[in-house]
C-alpha cells in the first residue's frame, strides 16, 4: 500500500514544513503550489491521500476540491486551512477532514493516519 501523500498548498513554508514532518512519519510526500499540476501529479504519483488548503493563488481550493472528487471519488482530501470559516461551507463537505492550520502538526497527522488506515481497510490504496 503506498503512503504517498500530496500537500498543494502555495506557501512554500507550510509545503515544506509539512513535507518533512510527514516524510519523517514514513510518508513519501510530494508537493505542489500549483493548481494546474494536481491532475498530472496524482496520474503519476496516485497519492494515497491531499492535504489541501483552501486559499490558493492560482485556484479556489474547494473548487479543486469538487473536480478532484468528480474525477476520483474514493481519494481522501484534507482541507488544511488557516481559516475556520470555511468549515461550515457546502463545498467544505465533500473533504474527508478539515483541519486549521497550526505548526503543531498533530491534529493533521492524526487526521492523515485515519484517512490512510481506511483506505487499507477498504482497500482503495
Do not use: W
Not at 500537500?7 to 500549483?34: H, K, M, P, W
Not at 479556489?60 to 474525477?71: P, R, T, V, W
Request: with cysteine; aromatic share 6%; hydrophobic share 40%.
Amino acid at each position: 500500500m503506498s503512503k504517498t501523500v500530496m500537500i498543494v498548498d502555495d506557501e512554500e513554508s507550510i509545503r515544506s514544513l509539512c513535507g518533512v514532518e510527514l516524510a519523517e512519519e514514513g510518508y513519501n510526500v510530494i508537493t505542489t503550489g500549483v493548481c494546474q499540476e494536481v491532475p498530472e501529479l496524482i496520474a503519476s504519483a496516485q497519492p494515497s491521500a491531499i492535504v489541501l488548503d483552501i486559499r490558493i493563488d492560482d485556484c479556489d481550493g474547494l473548487e479543486l476540491l469538487k473536480d478532484i472528487k468528480e474525477i476520483h471519488p474514493n481519494l481522501p482530501i484534507i482541507l488544511y486551512t488557516a481559516y475556520d470559516s470555511y468549515r461550515e461551507d457546502d463545498k467544505s463537505v465533500a473533504a474527508d477532514y478539515y483541519v486549521v492550520k497550526s505548526f503543531n502538526l498533530s491534529e493533521l497527522k492524526e487526521k492523515l493516519a485515519q484517512v490512510i488506515r481506511q483506505v487499507v481497510e477498504e482497500g482503495i490504496g
